[in-house]
């Protein structure tokens, strides 16, 4: 069904998936930690999904 919608069996695909984890250590007992995730946009038979970005920032003790 897929080959008929788009008029022959020829795909092309790039997806990126890319994760980030930092932490410093500022003293014995403090430390500072980043997160970031990132997911390409992609184009399929049902849709579009948008790309997606998150981070997040912690510290501890």
């Not at 080959?3 to 022959?8: A, H, P, Q």
């Amino acid at each position: 069904m897929v080959n008929i919608l788009y008029g022959g069996s020829r795909i092309n695909a790039l997806s990126v998936r890319s994760n980030l984890n930092i932490s410093y250590e500022l003293s014995p007992t403090i430390i500072i930690e980043a997160f970031g995730n990132y997911n390409s946009a992609m184009k399929s038979i049902q849709g579009r999904r948008p790309q997606l970005l998150t981070n997040s920032l912690a510290a501890r003790k």
